[in-house]
T-cell receptor, first 115, second 120 residues
Framework: SQQGEEDPQALSIQEGENATMNCSYKTSINNLQWYRQNSGRGLVHLILIRSNEREKHSGRLRVTLDTSKKSSSLLITASRAADTASYFCATVSRGGSSNTGKLIFGQGTTLQVKP | GAVVSQHPSWVICKSGTSVKIECRSLDFQATTMFWYRQFPKQSLMLMATSNEGSKATYEQGVEKDKFLINHASLTLSTLTVTSAHPEDSSFYIC????????????????FGSGTQLSVL
């Protein structure tokens, strides 16, 4: 079963604006990951944040994690038309081996960046 | 970065036939591969975990006799949709985890480009 809930489900912004997507989960986790999917394609790993981390940056991406609220956010700054895609959070439950543990995906946020 | 190749990209078949989808890790060894199914505008649903040299582990509600998984080598896993029916039409995506020594590398998944299956 999918344990991640993301909001918003869809987001439309203008190029140059920031985009924020949120993800909530239900169980204890080892880490939380964000992936991007272009329409009809596979997923690309964006960033991983461990359960003992609160914030992480990678280029124009900023991820936060609040384990007390079981939530994470992905911020894309200075968005570009090429950022148009679906974004998914995914978690590996604590207790399983991270090397073989199942990755369970959230429902995703569809982002449209208008040029 | 690690590359996962998935073939075919799309397939159209008649109801009752079987379809095989291949997932290969091209430049790394993958002891574990995962098969997901995705309906339009929905999230990925994990179908099964494919372990090299052993039986696959299926998620609840996924028919193992319907979706046959074989992971005979460290670089290849196959998913066979047997006696396909229109309700099996979906986007199927495989992913693999690099078994390399770096913890960070081990934790993230590398995805194939997906297979769009249409059963007539």
């Amino acid at each position: 079963s999918q344990q991640g809930e993301e909001d918003p489900q869809a987001l439309s912004i203008q190029e140059g604006e920031n985009a924020t997507m949120n993800c909530s989960y239900k169980t204890s986790i080892n880490n939380l990951q964000w992936y991007r999917q272009n329409s009809g394609r596979g997923l690309v790993h964006l960033i991983l944040i461990r359960s003992n981390e609160r914030e992480k940056h990678s280029g124009r991406l900023r991820v936060t994690l609040d384990t007390s609220k079981k939530s994470s956010s992905l911020l894309i700054t200075a968005s570009r038309a090429a950022d148009t895609a679906s974004y998914f959070c995914a978690t590996v439950s604590r207790g399983g081996s991270s090397n073989t543990g199942k990755l369970i995906f959230g429902q995703g946020t569809t982002l449209q960046v208008k040029p | 970065g690690a590359v996962v190749s998935q073939h075919p990209s799309w397939v159209i078949c008649k109801s009752g036939t079987s379809v095989k989808i291949e997932c290969r890790s091209l430049d790394f060894q993958a002891t574990t591969m995962f098969w997901y199914r995705q309906f339009p505008k929905q999230s990925l649903m994990l179908m099964a975990t494919s372990n090299e040299g052993s039986k696959a582990t299926y998620e609840q509600g996924v028919e193992k006799d319907k979706f046959l998984i074989n992971h005979a080598s460290l670089t290849l896993s196959t998913l066979t949709v047997t006696s396909a029916h229109p309700e099996d039409s979906s986007f199927y995506i495989c992913s693999a985890r690099n078994r390399g020594p770096l913890v960070a590398t081990n934790e993230k998944l590398f995805f194939g480009s997906g297979t769009q299956l249409s059963v007539l």
